[in-house]
């Protein structure tokens, strides 16, 4: 058998492709989270994170060419989230808020949290507004990475944002409705 | 509502969820077994042997007819060493196209291209030499386990083939529609008892037979012929292998680059931009400008911009000597076709493209540039720029022309692969040039240049340039020069592997 010594210089290298297995791991948060804010569910941010993980492998040479590679996550997991809602619609027509829905009101936060008032108030939004602020102000995205995950120009994400804050403002000083009576739920 | 309350606001999402370790712990279990199912040598891409073998392996027989099959896949487990040489059928007849060596976990494929573009690769222990015969230089880097080359032994390259396992080749291929298999007795072969294994997948028109030798129950050689190609593979399984033909030192005076080391320091020398340009898309840093002996410009410049996204790109370049440039392309270190492992090479966290300006005409190389930028790409894909909104203005000083026509980063960042390339798109873009100012002679000039020098690049290219400079005649009057290209150009056509894919060769056995 021949054996070969590790040429000089390759230890970088080595501890680089180390770091490229384990890296599209350090992005799980992220996806999760962002899943999270466009469904309101941390069960159903699994099953779409899930998803997302098994695309990216499928597509795992393109991952490394990715300058950023959490935008390319959650892009997958955008159209992911658009495709559960899609066949959302086709089995059960138009999307519907029930007050029954255990996943409208989110469980497993503590009282004090502000996560479901802020996904009571994010629901209300169209959502191209939400989903640029999710995008913007959970991520931490600029607005020309938000411009090329959602497909619109940079004035037209500008503009989204703003109306995005404003309608969100108004929402979280007055909740709708149904918010305020799940507040009055035992 | 300010930032600064949105941000706190979704900063409680960002400590009140991640995700569970049950998930966590799932996709990390997926990953790691999808790694350990990677298949080698997939680099060389329907040139390596594993594709072959793989073809035929993948269609596995019903129990009751595969205990042949079985003890040719017990035999290949306990292999130690393995010569396969893969030969391909072209309208010009059968033609060896890459030789795979195993032994000792050493992993050698050599491919015979007959151009330029002809490598061998060596992996051992992770690590990969490219060679370059033409060039007499290797490019020693490691594997960065993206899907490529994997650090297998040949009892895992075997097993690959013919696992049938959860998740192994067989998953992927089980939906593909009926498969038969059968065994059939074989010829006698060089003195040997044979039987056949014979794959048929009808509706993918998909034929496969095995010779396989009785005693050892080791392949001796097999055909794929399926719509587009017909392949022939033969084996030479445990005989003793060379050890210089294992040895990364492939020959006298060739030149090892070690790609880590090269690349910082070719990262640390550009460090310092020459120029800067900014736009709405962001800002674009010059690293280097390079010009060789017959006047074509090398530019480096380098953004924030991922891959694929736009950015400022050279576009325009002028001289002292107020010659006519043209732009050829962006092109993208590593991006060729031969090579498409992922190029990680960044200038101080930015990406780099090559920009390639050729003069109309070859002549005195230049020394002071001034260069316009446009938006584009520079993906190293498209021709010019998608638009040249914000033209501006750099002036650049170039060092001393540069020996053997390339820059000497060509190599390193593997401009090389693209060599052929780089000077048939120069060429051809000088032509186009001519051709778009309805100046045709000179555009059947240079056309007729790009089809000589792809003779001996990408040959099936020819006829197609041959066919550009037989209008130009055409449109010139020469009715006579434009009938003999025609005559060449039937002849070219009638060899031209990519028209006549489906050629029906028999077996040979």
Redesign the interface.
């Known amino acids: 058998?021949?054996e070969?010594s590790?040429?000089?210089?390759?230890g970088?290298?080595?501890e680089?492709?180390m770091a490229?297995?384990e890296e599209?791991?350090a992005y799980?948060?992220d996806?999760?989270?962002y899943a999270?804010?466009r469904l309101g569910s941390?069960e159903e941010?699994?099953d779409v994170?899930?998803e997302v993980?098994?695309a990216a492998?499928r597509l795992?040479?393109e991952?490394?060419?990715?300058?950023?590679p959490r935008l390319y996550l959650i892009g997958i997991a955008r159209r992911k989230i658009a495709d559960q809602a899609r066949r959302y619609r086709r089995q059960r027509g138009p999307v519907t808020v029930s007050l029954d829905d255990p996943s409208a009101a989110e469980i497993g936060?503590?009282t004090s949290?502000?996560?479901p008032e802020?996904m009571q108030a994010l629901d209300t939004l169209p959502e191209l507004q939400r989903d640029a602020?999710?995008l913007k102000?959970?991520h931490?995205f600029s607005v020309s990475e938000v411009s090329?995950l959602i497909r619109k120009s940079p004035e037209a994400v500008n503009s989204l944002l703003q109306r995005g804050?404003?309608a969100?403002?108004n929402r979280?000083v007055e909740p709708p409705i149904e918010l305020n009576l799940m507040r009055r739920m035992p | 509502m300010k930032d600064e309350e949105l941000q706190n606001l979704f900063g409680t999402i960002e400590s009140e969820v991640a995700a569970s370790d049950r998930l966590r712990n799932a996709i990390a279990t997926k990953l790691a077994a999808r790694k350990s199912q990677r298949r080698p040598w997939k680099m060389a891409a329907g040139l390596a042997t594993a594709c072959v073998i793989a073809g035929a392996f993948f269609l596995l027989p019903k129990p009751a007819e595969g205990a042949k099959l079985k003890d040719m896949i017990n035999a290949l487990k306990d292999v130690k060493s393995m010569q396969a040489t893969t030969y391909v059928y072209r309208p010009t007849g059968r033609r060896r196209a890459t030789v795979t060596t195993y032994a000792g976990g050493i992993w050698r494929l050599q491919t015979f291209i007959g151009t330029p573009f002809e490598r061998t690769l060596l992996v051992s222990n992770q690590i990969m030499w490219r060679y370059d015969p033409t060039q007499n230089v290797a490019l020693m880097e490691l594997l960065d386990n993206t899907g490529t080359v994997g650090d297998i032994t040949a009892l895992e390259y075997v097993r690959e083939f013919t696992d049938i396992g959860a998740g192994g080749p067989w998953d992927n291929f089980k939906s593909n529609g009926e498969r038969a298999t059968h065994t059939k007795p074989g010829p006698v072969w060089n003195g040997r008892q044979t039987y056949k294994i014979l794959f048929d997948r009808p509706d993918q028109n998909y034929h496969a037979e095995i010779l396989v030798d009785m005693e050892s129950n080791l392949p001796i050689c097999d055909a794929i012929r399926t719509e587009d190609q017909s392949i022939d593979d033969e084996y030479i399984f445990n005989a003793p292998i060379p050890a210089s033909l294992l040895d990364p030192n492939f020959g006298a005076g060739c030149r090892t680059i070690d790609v880590v080391a090269a690349s910082k320091e070719l990262a640390e020398r550009w460090a310092l931009p020459i120029g800067s340009v900014s736009s709405r898309v962001g800002k674009t840093n010059v690293r280097d400008i390079q010009v060789n002996q017959t006047g074509t410009v090398f530019i480096v410049s380098s953004a924030q911009s991922p891959r694929n996204e736009q950015r400022l790109v050279p576009e325009t370049l002028s001289d002292e000597n107020d010659v006519k440039y043209l732009k050829v392309r962006d092109y993208r270190p590593g991006n060729t076709f031969i090579c498409w492992v992922a190029d990680h090479f960044k200038v101080d966290g930015e990406w780099p493209v090559i920009t390639v300006f050729t003069p109309t005409e070859p002549g005195k190389p230049g020394h002071r540039f001034k260069v316009g930028f446009g938006v584009g790409l520079g993906d190293g894909l498209e021709r010019g720029s998608k638009s040249a909104e914000h033209p501006m203005g750099l002036d650049l000083t170039a060092p001393p022309a540069c020996e053997g026509g390339f820059p000497e980063y060509a190599t390193l960042l593997r401009l090389n692969e693209a060599y052929g390339s780089i000077v048939a798109q120069e060429l051809d873009t000088r032509a186009r040039y001519y051709e778009e100012r309805g100046d045709n002679a000179n555009a059947a000039r240079w056309y007729h240049q790009t089809a000589m020098l792809e003779a001996g690049l990408k040959r099936s290219n020819q006829h197609y340039y041959l066919s550009k400079e037989a209008d130009c005649d055409k449109r010139l009057g020469r009715l006579t020069e434009a009938a003999a290209l025609q005559t060449e150009i039937d002849r070219l056509k009638a060899i031209d592997p990519n028209i006549h894919k489906n050629l029906n060769m028999p077996i040979r056995f």
Do not use: C, H, T, W
Request: aromatic residues 8%; positive net charge.
């Open positions: 058998m021949l070969q590790e040429p000089k210089g390759i970088e290298v080595r680089r492709a490229q297995r599209p791991l799980l948060d996806v999760v989270r999270f804010a941390r941010a699994e994170a899930m993980f098994q492998f795992r040479k991952l490394p060419n990715k300058a950023n936060f503590e949290s502000r996560i802020l602020l999710i102000y959970l931490g090329v804050r404003e969100l403002a979280l």
